[in-house]
């Protein structure tokens, strides 16, 4: 976590992944196995294009796609045009027979680091059951803007762990 200015930062995570790039790439951009670990995501997935996505978080609403350079980066500015404007970038490398997926999300509330640090973590420890199963992570679902239990619960574990991180 590292502060943008007086009001805003960033979070990063990484995490290396037991799959090909293009598996890990697939993971991460198509709607069907984005539902399986993130978020539901419609519109036009294309550079330019809008989408609008429900995440497993409960956060919801629009974005647009920036940067789609297949297989290794991706940039989507969330919310665009509002003061709650954010941008969302991940870079996958590979490492061997394996990849690593790094993201970033900026623009955030600096007060919130944390809550965004430990989400982050919790939605890439679901990409990598998704990945080992090659199912849904939340057969529980998530609806009403309400996470699932499991998700709930992980989030609600790491929450005081990334809290009493400094922000640099």
């Given at each position: 976590?590292?502060?943008l200015?007086?009001?805003?930062?960033?979070?990063r995570?990484?995490?290396l992944?037991?799959?090909?790039?293009?598996d890990l790439?697939?993971?991460?951009?198509?709607p069907?196995?984005?539902?399986?670990?993130?978020?539901?995501?419609?519109g036009?997935?294309?550079v330019?294009g809008?989408?609008?996505?429900?995440?497993?978080?409960?956060?919801?609403?629009?974005?647009r796609?920036?940067?789609?350079?297949?297989?290794?980066?991706?940039?989507?500015?969330?919310?665009?045009?509002?003061d709650?404007?954010?941008?969302?970038e991940?870079w996958?490398?590979?490492?061997?027979?394996?990849?690593?997926?790094?993201?970033?999300?900026?623009?955030?509330?600096?007060d919130?680091?944390?809550?965004?640090?430990?989400?982050?973590?919790t939605?890439?420890e679901?990409?990598?059951?998704?990945?080992?199963?090659?199912?849904s992570?939340h057969?529980d679902?998530?609806?009403?803007?309400?996470p699932?239990?499991?998700w709930?619960?992980?989030?609600?574990?790491l929450?005081?762990?990334?809290?009493?991180?400094?922000?640099?």
């Open positions: 976590m590292r502060a200015d007086e009001t805003r930062g960033a979070v995570v990484e995490d992944y037991d799959t090909g790039i293009d790439w697939e993971a991460c951009t198509s069907a196995r984005l539902a399986r670990w993130i978020a539901e995501v419609a036009d997935l294309q330019g809008t989408i609008q996505a429900t995440f497993t978080s409960t956060w919801t609403g629009p974005g796609v920036e940067v789609c350079d297949a297989p290794h980066h991706l940039l989507l500015r969330m919310e665009p045009g509002t709650d404007e954010a941008e969302i991940a996958l490398s590979e490492e061997g027979d394996k990849t690593r997926l790094v993201v970033e999300e900026r623009g955030l509330p600096l919130k680091l944390h809550f965004h640090g430990s989400g982050w973590q939605h890439l679901d990409l990598g059951r998704s990945l080992a199963t090659g199912a992570v057969p679902g998530w609806t009403d803007r309400s699932s239990p499991a709930r619960a992980r989030w609600d574990e929450t005081p762990t990334y809290e009493a991180m400094v922000v640099a």
